[in-house]
Protein backbone atom coordinates (compact mmCIF):
# COMPACT_ATOMS: atom_id res chain seq x y z
CA UNK A 1 0.00 0.00 0.00
CA UNK A 2 3.04 2.18 0.66
CA UNK A 3 4.26 2.22 -2.62
CA UNK A 4 1.26 2.44 -4.13
CA UNK A 5 0.51 5.96 -2.50
CA UNK A 6 3.65 7.00 -3.23
CA UNK A 7 3.46 6.60 -6.55
CA UNK A 8 -0.10 7.88 -6.72
CA UNK A 9 1.70 11.12 -4.84
CA UNK A 10 4.31 11.38 -7.69
CA UNK A 11 1.97 11.10 -10.57
CA UNK A 12 -0.40 13.64 -8.78
CA UNK A 13 2.22 16.03 -6.93
CA UNK A 14 0.62 19.05 -4.81
CA UNK A 15 1.87 22.18 -3.83
CA UNK A 16 0.41 22.04 -0.39
CA UNK A 17 3.61 22.54 2.45
CA UNK A 18 2.19 20.07 4.73
CA UNK A 19 1.11 17.16 1.85
CA UNK A 20 4.74 17.40 0.62
CA UNK A 21 5.88 16.91 4.25
CA UNK A 22 3.58 13.74 4.69
CA UNK A 23 4.44 12.53 0.81
CA UNK A 24 8.42 12.73 2.15
CA UNK A 25 7.77 10.86 5.35
CA UNK A 26 6.40 8.51 3.18
CA UNK A 27 9.15 7.68 0.90
CA UNK A 28 11.46 7.95 3.90
CA UNK A 29 9.23 4.71 5.39
CA UNK A 30 8.56 2.97 1.77
CA UNK A 31 12.64 2.87 1.71
CA UNK A 32 13.29 2.05 5.03
CA UNK A 33 10.66 -0.64 4.60
CA UNK A 34 12.38 -2.09 1.67
CA UNK A 35 15.60 -2.40 3.74
CA UNK A 36 14.16 -3.78 6.49
CA UNK A 37 12.48 -6.45 4.39
CA UNK A 38 15.88 -7.10 2.25
CA UNK A 39 17.46 -7.73 6.05
CA UNK A 40 14.18 -9.99 7.04
CA UNK A 41 14.23 -11.79 4.43
CA UNK A 42 18.42 -12.66 4.44
CA UNK A 43 17.79 -14.09 8.30
CA UNK A 44 14.98 -16.30 7.39
CA UNK A 45 17.08 -17.79 4.49
CA UNK A 46 20.47 -18.18 6.78
CA UNK A 47 17.30 -19.95 9.28
CA UNK A 48 16.25 -22.22 6.72
CA UNK A 49 20.19 -22.89 5.12
CA UNK A 50 20.98 -23.46 9.17
CA UNK A 51 18.41 -26.11 9.90
CA UNK A 52 18.94 -27.83 6.68
CA UNK A 53 22.59 -28.30 7.00
CA UNK A 54 22.13 -29.11 10.91
CA UNK A 55 19.71 -32.26 9.60
CA UNK A 56 22.65 -33.42 6.92
CA UNK A 57 25.56 -33.17 9.26
CA UNK A 58 23.44 -34.76 12.25
CA UNK A 59 22.54 -37.98 10.11
CA UNK A 60 26.07 -38.01 8.50
CA UNK A 61 27.39 -38.16 12.20
CA UNK A 62 25.06 -40.97 13.44
CA UNK A 63 25.49 -42.89 10.39
CA UNK A 64 29.53 -42.87 10.43
CA UNK A 65 31.78 -41.56 12.88
CA UNK A 66 29.03 -42.11 15.73
CA UNK A 67 28.20 -45.59 14.75
CA UNK A 68 31.95 -46.26 14.13
CA UNK A 69 33.43 -45.16 17.67
CA UNK A 70 30.26 -47.01 19.32
CA UNK A 71 31.12 -50.03 17.75
CA UNK A 72 35.09 -49.31 18.28
CA UNK A 73 33.72 -48.91 22.18
CA UNK A 74 32.03 -51.73 23.18
CA UNK A 75 34.89 -53.61 21.64
CA UNK A 76 37.36 -51.54 23.84
CA UNK A 77 34.89 -52.03 26.85
CA UNK A 78 36.06 -55.58 27.22
CA UNK A 79 39.41 -54.15 28.57
CA UNK A 80 38.22 -51.27 29.74
CA UNK A 81 35.14 -51.25 31.01
CA UNK A 82 33.96 -47.72 31.34
CA UNK A 83 34.55 -47.30 27.80
CA UNK A 84 31.57 -49.32 26.81
CA UNK A 85 29.38 -46.61 28.81
CA UNK A 86 31.34 -43.53 27.25
CA UNK A 87 30.59 -44.44 23.79
CA UNK A 88 27.21 -45.75 24.40
CA UNK A 89 25.67 -43.09 22.56
CA UNK A 90 21.67 -42.50 22.42
CA UNK A 91 20.79 -41.11 18.82
CA UNK A 92 17.47 -39.75 20.31
CA UNK A 93 18.76 -36.52 21.87
CA UNK A 94 15.53 -34.48 21.59
CA UNK A 95 17.17 -31.17 20.39
CA UNK A 96 20.52 -30.49 18.45
CA UNK A 97 21.92 -29.06 21.55
CA UNK A 98 21.12 -31.92 23.22
CA UNK A 99 22.76 -33.54 20.26
CA UNK A 100 25.87 -31.32 19.38
CA UNK A 101 26.75 -32.44 23.97
CA UNK A 102 26.67 -35.64 23.48
CA UNK A 103 28.52 -35.81 19.97
CA UNK A 104 31.16 -33.50 21.35
CA UNK A 105 31.23 -35.59 24.72
CA UNK A 106 32.39 -38.54 22.44
CA UNK A 107 34.62 -36.74 20.57
CA UNK A 108 36.58 -35.27 23.57
CA UNK A 109 36.35 -39.24 25.58
CA UNK A 110 37.91 -40.79 21.80
CA UNK A 111 40.64 -37.79 21.58
CA UNK A 112 41.50 -38.97 25.29
CA UNK A 113 41.44 -42.39 24.96
CA UNK A 114 42.26 -42.16 21.39
CA UNK A 115 45.72 -45.02 21.97
CA UNK A 116 43.66 -47.35 23.74
CA UNK A 117 40.97 -47.32 21.29
CA UNK A 118 42.91 -47.56 18.35
CA UNK A 119 44.19 -50.94 19.17
CA UNK A 120 40.55 -51.70 19.19
CA UNK A 121 39.95 -50.52 15.43
CA UNK A 122 39.68 -46.97 15.83
CA UNK A 123 40.75 -45.43 12.45
CA UNK A 124 42.15 -42.03 13.15
CA UNK A 125 40.83 -40.46 10.03
CA UNK A 126 37.52 -40.73 11.32
CA UNK A 127 37.74 -39.29 14.37
CA UNK A 128 39.67 -36.26 12.43
CA UNK A 129 37.04 -35.88 10.47
CA UNK A 130 34.17 -36.24 13.07
CA UNK A 131 36.30 -33.23 15.23
CA UNK A 132 35.49 -31.42 11.58
CA UNK A 133 32.19 -32.41 11.66
CA UNK A 134 31.28 -31.03 14.95
CA UNK A 135 33.04 -27.66 14.19
CA UNK A 136 30.58 -27.08 11.15
CA UNK A 137 27.86 -28.18 13.18
CA UNK A 138 28.72 -25.51 15.60
CA UNK A 139 29.11 -22.89 12.80
CA UNK A 140 25.43 -23.99 11.27
CA UNK A 141 24.16 -23.47 14.96
CA UNK A 142 24.71 -20.14 15.41
CA UNK A 143 23.85 -19.21 11.77
CA UNK A 144 20.67 -20.36 12.54
CA UNK A 145 20.60 -18.24 15.97
CA UNK A 146 22.00 -15.42 14.49
CA UNK A 147 19.26 -15.68 11.39
CA UNK A 148 16.77 -15.87 13.66
CA UNK A 149 17.29 -13.12 15.89
CA UNK A 150 17.62 -11.17 12.23
CA UNK A 151 14.46 -12.27 10.87
CA UNK A 152 12.67 -11.33 14.35
CA UNK A 153 14.24 -7.89 15.03
CA UNK A 154 13.87 -7.01 11.33
CA UNK A 155 10.04 -8.51 11.30
CA UNK A 156 9.07 -6.16 14.56
CA UNK A 157 10.55 -3.28 13.24
CA UNK A 158 8.63 -3.65 9.91
CA UNK A 159 5.59 -4.17 12.06
CA UNK A 160 6.52 -0.80 13.59
CA UNK A 161 7.44 0.79 10.07
CA UNK A 162 3.70 -0.61 8.20
CA UNK A 163 1.71 0.97 11.68
CA UNK A 164 3.60 4.63 10.09
CA UNK A 165 2.86 4.21 6.61
CA UNK A 166 -0.89 3.44 7.43
CA UNK A 167 -0.99 6.61 9.56
CA UNK A 168 1.02 8.70 6.73
CA UNK A 169 -1.77 7.43 4.41
CA UNK A 170 -4.75 8.45 6.55
CA UNK A 171 -2.62 11.80 6.91
CA UNK A 172 -2.65 12.18 3.11
CA UNK A 173 -6.48 10.88 2.88
CA UNK A 174 -7.94 14.31 3.93
CA UNK A 175 -6.14 16.30 1.81
CA UNK A 176 -6.03 14.03 -1.25
CA UNK A 177 -10.15 13.89 -0.72
CA UNK A 178 -10.49 17.54 -0.79
CA UNK A 179 -8.56 17.53 -3.82
CA UNK A 180 -10.30 15.15 -5.76
CA UNK A 181 -14.22 15.72 -4.46
CA UNK A 182 -14.89 16.65 -8.26
CA UNK A 183 -12.60 14.35 -10.06
CA UNK A 184 -14.55 10.75 -9.49
CA UNK A 185 -12.04 8.61 -11.25
CA UNK A 186 -8.90 10.21 -9.65
CA UNK A 187 -10.32 10.20 -6.31
CA UNK A 188 -11.36 6.32 -6.92
CA UNK A 189 -7.84 5.62 -7.86
CA UNK A 190 -6.35 7.32 -4.71
CA UNK A 191 -8.97 5.25 -2.72
CA UNK A 192 -7.27 2.00 -4.30
CA UNK A 193 -4.07 3.32 -3.96
CA UNK A 194 -4.11 3.53 -0.03
CA UNK A 195 -6.39 0.21 0.28
CA UNK A 196 -4.53 -2.16 2.94
CA UNK A 197 -5.07 -5.63 1.74
CA UNK A 198 -3.64 -8.54 3.82
CA UNK A 199 -4.14 -11.60 6.12
CA UNK A 200 -2.46 -10.88 9.73
CA UNK A 201 -0.40 -13.28 10.82
CA UNK A 202 0.77 -13.68 14.52
CA UNK A 203 4.89 -13.91 15.18
CA UNK A 204 4.99 -17.62 16.42
CA UNK A 205 7.55 -18.75 19.04
CA UNK A 206 10.95 -19.87 17.77
CA UNK A 207 12.94 -22.82 19.02
CA UNK A 208 16.22 -23.99 18.60
CA UNK A 209 14.90 -27.23 17.05
CA UNK A 210 12.27 -26.80 14.62
CA UNK A 211 13.84 -23.10 12.79
CA UNK A 212 10.31 -21.87 12.96
CA UNK A 213 10.06 -18.00 11.98
CA UNK A 214 8.14 -15.40 12.50
CA UNK A 215 5.78 -14.35 9.12
CA UNK A 216 7.32 -12.03 6.52
CA UNK A 217 4.77 -10.04 5.92
CA UNK A 218 4.87 -7.40 8.22
CA UNK A 219 1.52 -7.37 8.72
CA UNK A 220 0.06 -6.92 12.54
CA UNK A 221 -3.61 -6.47 13.34
CA UNK A 222 -3.25 -2.86 13.90
CA UNK A 223 -1.99 -2.48 9.80
CA UNK A 224 -4.06 -5.18 7.78
CA UNK A 225 -7.73 -6.53 7.89
CA UNK A 226 -9.34 -9.97 8.57
CA UNK A 227 -8.84 -12.27 6.25
CA UNK A 228 -10.62 -11.31 2.80
CA UNK A 229 -11.74 -7.67 3.97
CA UNK A 230 -10.16 -4.81 2.27
CA UNK A 231 -10.04 -1.85 3.84
CA UNK A 232 -8.86 1.72 3.29
CA UNK A 233 -6.00 3.14 4.92
CA UNK A 234 -8.20 6.30 6.28
Same mark, same amino acid.
Given at each position: *??? +? ?8 ? $????? @?????? +?????? =? ?5 ? &? =? ?9 ? &? ?9 ? *?????? &??LAQVGR ?20 ? @? ?8 ? *? ?13 ? !?? &? #????? #? ?7 ? $? ?13 ? !???? #?? @? ?10 RVMDGR /? +?? +? ?11 ? /? ?21 ? =? ?11 AGEVRP??
Open positions: *MGS +RALEFSRAHP $DTDPG @YQAAAA +RLEQLV =ARATTIA &A =AQRVGLIDTRA &ASARKQELRRQ *MLSEPI &AHAAARDEHELGKTFAFKPSAST @YLAFRTAARG *MADAAQTHKEVLIKH !GL &A #ESVLT #EFVALLDEF $DAALKLGIDGRTAHT !GATQ #EL @YAVAGEIVRTA /N +RQ +RFRDDAQLLASWT /NASRVLGTPRPVPPTTPEDGVTP =AQDGSTPDTAPPAA
